[in-house]
């Protein structure tokens, strides 16, 4: 099968993902599907196992699920985020909003609810993989898809050639999604940096930011190109 990974035309070792998940056919399914998109994969079918691979292999980027039967998710999720942060993102059946919250605020990257599709899994691990690449030189990102134009060095926004006005807070949001491209981030977390700390839950002055904002970059909350709402979650710019 032809890979998509674009590190293997480049000669760059493929990315390692590490699969924590006691569920042996997901685990399975999991290893077939990232495989022929060029990666490496670990399999851990414990919470401890999958920490302990963590610590002897290493890893690109960890799928890791809640429901183990050693221990919660998120309590491996807390273990290596005191050492690691590697983006790690969570498989669970709870599709509650609380979940998911309480996961990305413990430092998850992303989430994606069982059952889920191949197709939507892998793109997420992609841009995160993604993300992960660009941030680690230091440099800041760029977004560029021959429409919409991103320049967060020189502060510039372009529409088909066109400069974008924003105010400071609608620039202040983008570039905070751009910056965790592909990755879900949280209302609270958002409204934090934007507005402060005492903010957390002034969601109204959010909906009204966003809505400018899509309107200025052309996008729509019923077809979006770039920012996408995550139900009571958050939102995430497209990866």
């Known amino acids: 099968m032809t890979t998509t990974n674009p590190d293997a035309a480049h000669g760059v070792p493929p990315a390692r993902v590490l699969v924590i998940d006691d569920e042996a056919q997901i685990r399975r399914f999991l290893e077939i599907s990232l495989r022929a998109q060029g990666y490496r994969v670990l399999q851990a079918a414990s919470?401890?196992?999958?920490?302990?691979?963590?610590?002897?292999e290493?890893?690109?980027?960890?799928?890791?699920?809640?429901?183990?039967?050693?221990m919660e998710g998120?309590?491996?999720?807390?273990?290596?985020?005191?050492?690691?942060?590697?983006?790690?993102?969570?498989?669970t059946v709870r599709a509650s909003e609380t979940e998911k919250v309480q996961a990305l605020d413990n430092g998850?990257?992303?989430?994606?609810?069982?059952?889920?599709?191949?197709?939507?899994?892998?793109?997420r691990v992609r841009a995160l993989l993604r993300s992960r690449t660009v941030s680690a030189d230091g440099a800041l990102p760029q977004f560029d898809d021959g429409h919409l134009h991103i320049d967060l060095v020189r502060r510039e926004v372009h529409l088909d050639g066109a400069p974008v006005a924003l105010t400071r807070k609608e620039y202040a949001l983008l570039s905070l999604l751009l910056r965790n491209a592909g990755?879900?981030?949280t209302q609270p977390q958002i409204l934090a940096?934007?507005?402060?700390?005492?903010?957390?839950?002034?969601?109204?002055?959010?909906?009204?930011?966003?809505?400018?904002?899509?309107?200025?970059?052309?996008?729509?909350?019923?077809?979006?190109?770039?920012?996408?709402t995550e139900p009571g979650v958050g939102l995430r710019f497209k990866g």
């Open 47 to 56: 919470g401890q196992d999958g920490l302990e691979q963590l610590v002897t």
């Open 58 to 70: 290493g890893a690109d980027l960890v799928i890791l699920d809640i429901g183990l039967p050693d």
């Open 74 to 91: 998120h309590q491996v999720l807390a273990e290596l985020r005191q050492w690691s942060q590697v983006p790690v993102i969570m498989l």
């Open 108 to 123: 998850a990257n992303d989430y994606v609810t069982k059952p889920f599709g191949t197709q939507e899994l892998m793109a």
């Open 183 to 185: 990755r879900v981030v």
């Open 193 to 228: 940096e934007i507005w402060g700390p005492t903010h957390q839950h002034d969601t109204h002055y959010l909906r009204i930011l966003v809505g400018k904002l899509r309107h200025k970059l052309g996008d729509s909350a019923l077809d979006s190109r770039y920012l996408f």
